[in-house]
């Protein structure tokens, strides 16, 4: 083939290219919904393709550029990809709750046979997703959270001799690494039956994986842009693998070698992977402690099988450790930073803790209602959600009440908590700290969808209380013996990184402990 004719190939492709992009471009105008003007390529999210805004920051320009025009929904583009954002809250509970039915799926794409540990009930979608997510609610229950009780708090002692270390010697502790080390700790305890010791060890297996896990380096951002660019079918046909095979490695061993030992020898604990066991052996969870295989007969439901179990086992790890540590990461930041609102917290602590003989018990954390219900975790998670958005996709084309517009079957779906959480008209003052809002007579008016750090509907977060339990007793641990304060080291005000899917402060939070 000679050069002239290469090129010639080559400005074809290029033309058909572009020649496509600007009729996709047209998607929003012919279906008669404002949107976002995009640019080539991009679509509408260029800032966040560059890593100039993150996540949460970029779908809040969107959302405030779609609501400063009056609308109460608006279209943008990811990559070539047509996206729906709603604005108005009771879209948003349309889309999440009334109407779940159109919307049920995450719009993530998995294909379970190259990648068995994506099976996680994030990723998972329709019958099978409905099926699995039956099967773990009971796991989630709050006499399963009091069993697993005990665990959580035996890993604050690791936190409480680091601490008082760096109080000793005075240094700054960068607080996200360290709550990171015990909430991974705790959901290693949990969900795998296995002592992970990164508070000890910070390089320990576990806690190198887990960093991996949210490292989006330029692969990662590859295999992204494949997932969203290229259609599923082709991505199934050529067998297009997303996980890395070194963590997939090393999270389906944990999980085989365990079952097999414990299976192989008989033991029963109080964690999660025995209510895996369960459900793999006999198909359910139970009260009892039992989970060897039922005799013939008495066998009910469906088992999971021993992927599916090391799928959910990793999703709760993934799901579970960064965001509880993102949530005590504000949580501290913001309490550095409003000492007054310290104060109340400790003297609370002290208080549920003398009533109860200075142990941190189950019944003491729930009576603690400056920290609970208070108002004060609800502030944290509002003014910076670790999930700063959730997608869904159209499942069946659906009408948009009250318009003519009509968003169609496949189409994605952006909910940007973020945008919400930080929306004036819902929170005065929004980037002002004050648990305040979260007090009764303040929460009635308020629309129940202007806060949504666990989702809502029935794909709401399945361990939030699990999350909030383990964030709680964390912070308990530390602040019932150290005052906390803001180290220099940390950037102020504070910039939410670009790089991260989840929320995360540049730079790190540095934290002084006395
Ligand atoms: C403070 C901590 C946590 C926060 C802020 C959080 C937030 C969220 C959010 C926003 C979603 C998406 C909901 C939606 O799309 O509507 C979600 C889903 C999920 N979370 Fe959490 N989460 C936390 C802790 C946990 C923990 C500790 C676990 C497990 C042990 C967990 C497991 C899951 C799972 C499995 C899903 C998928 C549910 C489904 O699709 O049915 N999360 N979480």
Redesign the pocket.
């Known amino acids: 083939m000679d050069i002239l004719t290469i090129a010639y190939i080559v400005i074809v492709l290029l033309t058909s290219v572009y020649a496509y992009s600007k009729w996709t471009y047209t998607y929003w105008k012919r279906r008669g919904l404002e949107y976002l003007e995009p640019e080539f390529f991009y679509g509408s999210n260029k800032d966040l393709i560059q890593r100039k805004l993150g996540i949460g920051d970029h779908f809040a320009n969107v959302y405030n550029s779609f609501k400063s025009r009056g609308l109460k929904c608006g279209g943008l583009f990811m990559f070539f990809k047509p996206v729906f954002m709603p604005v108005d809250l009771d879209l948003v509970k349309t889309i999440?709750q009334k109407n779940f039915d159109n919307f049920r799926n995450?719009a993530l794409f998995v294909n379970e046979k190259v990648d068995p540990l994506a099976g996680?009930?994030?990723n998972?979608e329709d019958e099978k997703?409905r099926k699995i997510?039956s099967k773990?609610t009971p796991t989630?229950t709050s006499g399963k959270m009091k069993m697993m009780f005990h665990t959580m708090v035996a890993c604050t002692s690791g936190l409480e001799t680091i601490l008082e270390r760096h109080s000793n010697i005075q240094e700054p502790i960068e607080i996200k690494d360290l709550v990171s080390r015990f909430t991974t700790d705790v959901?290693g305890s949990v969900?795998f039956g296995i002592d992970c010791n990164s508070l000890e060890n910070p390089d320990s297996e576990f806690r190198q994986y887990g960093r991996k896990i949210f490292q989006f380096d330029l692969v990662r951002r590859i295999k992204g842009m494949i997932v969203m660019v290229i259609p599923r079918q082709i991505l199934v046909m050529i067998g297009f693998k997303q996980m890395d095979p070194d963590i997939e490695k090393f999270f389906m061993k944990v999980v085989k070698d365990t079952v097999r030992y414990r299976e192989a020898n008989n033991i029963h604990r109080k964690d999660?992977m025995q209510l895996m066991l369960q459900l793999k052996n006999r198909g359910k969870v139970s009260e009892e402690e039992e989970s060897s295989p039922l005799p013939v007969g008495q066998i009910e439901g469906q088992f999971m099988t021993l992927n599916e179990v090391a799928a959910q086992c990793f999703?709760?790890f993934a799901?579970?450790?960064e965001?509880?540590a993102?949530?005590m990461t504000f949580a501290l930041l913001e309490l550095a930073l409003n000492q007054d609102i310290q104060d109340e917290l400790r003297k609370e602590i002290g208080m549920v803790l003398e009533k109860h003989g200075g142990e941190l018990t189950y019944d003491g954390i729930m009576q603690m209602s400056y920290l609970d219900k208070v108002i004060f975790i609800p502030e944290t998670?509002r003014k910076h959600?670790?999930?700063p958005g959730?997608?869904?996709v159209c499942n069946k084309d659906f009408n948009i009440p009250g318009t003519e517009v009509v968003i169609e079957k496949g189409t994605r779906i952006h909910?940007p908590?973020q945008a919400i959480h930080r929306d004036p008209e819902y929170y005065p003052d929004p980037e002002k700290f004050d648990p305040e809002r979260f007090n009764e007579e303040n929460k009635a008016k308020r629309h129940p969808f202007a806060f949504?750090?666990?989702?809502?509907?029935?794909?709401?977060?399945?361990?939030?209380r699990?999350?909030?339990m383990?964030?709680k007793v964390g912070l308990c641990a530390i602040l019932r013996k150290f005052k906390v304060t803001l180290d220099e080291k940390t950037a102020t005000p504070i910039k939410y990184s670009t790089t991260s899917p989840l929320t995360s402060v540049d730079g790190g939070v540095w934290i002084r402990v006395s």
Do not use: D, K, N, V
């Open positions: 999440m995450h996680h009930l994030f998972l997703w997510r773990l989630f959901i969900a999660f999703g709760f799901a579970g450790f965001t509880s993102t949530t998670l959600p670790p999930i959730s997608p869904r909910i908590f949504l750090p666990f989702g809502e509907g029935p794909r709401i977060c399945i361990g939030s699990f999350g909030l383990q964030a």
